[in-house]
């Protein structure tokens, strides 16, 4: 069974940071593209991050140069490391598993929530 559990959400002022980080078990996160998501409020769920299984990185425009994301094979866990972070960061962060060469387009920013495995969120909150 496929099991993903974010942690590290929480609120944080306009300029500072946080980690989040995304369990992984059942699942290969060395042979699939891992992501991360993010809802805010009454908007539609937007693919933030993705690291593809040949290793390559991409991210959404409005989070080029201040998030990184990154894994660690041997521990499965899928990392989102967020700097200077803008009250329009705010939203439930959601770490999902795509499959293999679910990244290689753009496309994966709009992958449905029916496709590949969710996790349940986090909150994530920036004060301005």
């Known amino acids: 069974q496929v099991y993903l559990e974010e942690s590290g959400g929480g609120s944080v002022q306009a300029g500072g940071s946080l980690r989040l980080s995304c369990a992984v078990s059942?699942?290969?996160?060395?042979?699939?593209?891992m992501s991360w998501f993010r809802q805010a409020p009454g908007k539609l769920r937007e693919g933030v991050a993705a690291?593809?299984?040949?290793?390559?990185?991409d991210y959404a425009q409005s989070v080029k140069g201040r998030f990184t994301i990154s894994r660690d094979d041997n521990k499965k866990l899928l990392f989102l490391q967020m700097n200077s972070l803008q009250s329009e960061d705010t939203g439930v962060y959601y770490c999902?598993?795509?499959?293999?060469?679910?990244?290689?387009?753009?496309?994966?920013?709009?992958?449905?929530?029916?496709?590949?495995?969710w996790g349940q969120g986090t909150q994530v909150t920036v004060s301005s």
């Open positions: 999902a598993a795509l499959g293999r060469g679910s990244c290689y387009s753009v496309s994966w920013r709009h992958a449905s929530p029916d496709v590949g495995y």
């Open positions: 059942g699942y290969s996160i060395q042979s699939n593209c």
């Open positions: 690291f593809t299984e040949a290793g390559t990185t």
